[in-house]
């Protein structure tokens, strides 16, 4: 076996965090080996960048904030991810390159081409086997994610915006839908968890059968 490869995505507040903890609980509790990371971070320089990029005191460009996000990425693929999957193990991380493409992409207005061309160079083309796209009302997000304490600097960004990465999110689903499975984040969590496992525990016993 190679791994599994599994990203959550979603606009803040959608609860990724909140399944990743659930998935983890039942990987655990199924006996499957399984590394849980995030972006940004994840390494020791990705934790750096992250501590930039979510700022609020910062004022970054468009094209600098995505090369910040591609730089950690680029370090999360190559010291993390790949040698997880090469040891067989289900890799879940907490956004990939889908965010980059929905927030610095539809949200910023970079030019896609680019974002996929540096994506490409900085993941070696590595792509999750399954996205669990949590989808609902960024203003709703943004309410959610508003009691888990201050706004971070992408937090803080006005609701078209928010808008503008939802739809990004939506049309990545529409474009590949083998991959992506877009779920309503407004369920009550442990529905959603429940569907999870099921897709995700399907996948496991395809792959190795025990
Ligand atoms: N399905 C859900 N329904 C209602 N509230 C939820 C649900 N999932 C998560 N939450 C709550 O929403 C907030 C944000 O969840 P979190 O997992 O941190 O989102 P994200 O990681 O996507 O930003 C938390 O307070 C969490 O308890
Ligand atoms: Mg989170």
């Known amino acids: 076996m190679t791994g599994l490869f599994i990203s959550f995505e979603g606009p803040e507040g959608a609860g990724k965090s909140t399944q990743q903890r659930h998935l983890a609980a039942r990987l655990e509790q199924a006996g499957y080996p399984f590394l849980m990371t995030r972006e940004p971070g994840g390494t020791p320089l990705g934790t750096r960048v992250r501590e930039v990029l979510l700022d609020p005191e910062l004022e970054i460009g468009a094209l600098s904030e995505f090369l910040l996000y591609s730089a950690s990425r680029a370090q999360l693929v190559q ?68 009691q888990t304490g201050q706004p971070d600097r992408l937090e803080r960004a006005d609701l078209s915006f928010h808008q ?47």
Do not use: K, M
């Open 79 to 146: 010291d993390v991810i790949r040698p997880a999957l090469g040891r067989g193990e289900v890799v879940v991380c907490d956004r990939y390159a889908d965010s980059s493409l929905a927030y610095q992409g539809a949200g910023r207005g970079l030019n896609p081409e680019l974002l996929r061309d540096v994506t490409w160079e900085a993941t070696g083309g590595l792509q999750p086997h399954l996205t669990l796209l949590l989808d609902l009302d960024p203003a709703l997000g943004l309410q959610r994610a508003a």
């Open 164 to 210: 503008r990465v939802r739809q990004g999110f939506l049309a990545l689903a529409a474009q590949a839908p083998e991959r992506v499975l877009l779920l309503d984040a407004t369920r009550p969590e442990t529905e959603l968890a429940d569907e999870i496992w099921s897709v995700v525990g399907g996948l496991l016993r395809v792959l190795s059968p025990r």
